[in-house]
């Protein structure tokens, strides 16, 4: 048995967790970023990967675009939901429910 069928699917799956967790942490600067412009909070300070899939760049290659669930709260007590959509590393949309503020 080749040793490239082996490694190739191992390098592969390295180069995507690592491409993912540089993306996670650019969606959550987007996150915390977004948060504080609105004087909300981010609540847990994180994340989570919700979807991956390609889609085509505007400049034409093909590129994953993931998103990402986070929680805020604009009153300390009231828990919403919002998402950051990259398309590569880039903020796609940023999107935050309704929600109540102080």
Known sequence: MDL????IPLIAGLWFWWDTSAAKEQARLYA???????????????????STRLERHPKGHITLRRQFNFEFSGDGEQRCQGYVRLLGKQAQEIHLDIHRIN
């Open 32 to 50: 915390k970023h977004q948060c504080q412009l609105q004087q909300l909070q981010l609540l847990d300070d994180t994340v989570a990967l919700q």
């Open 4 to 7: 490239g069928w082996i490694l």
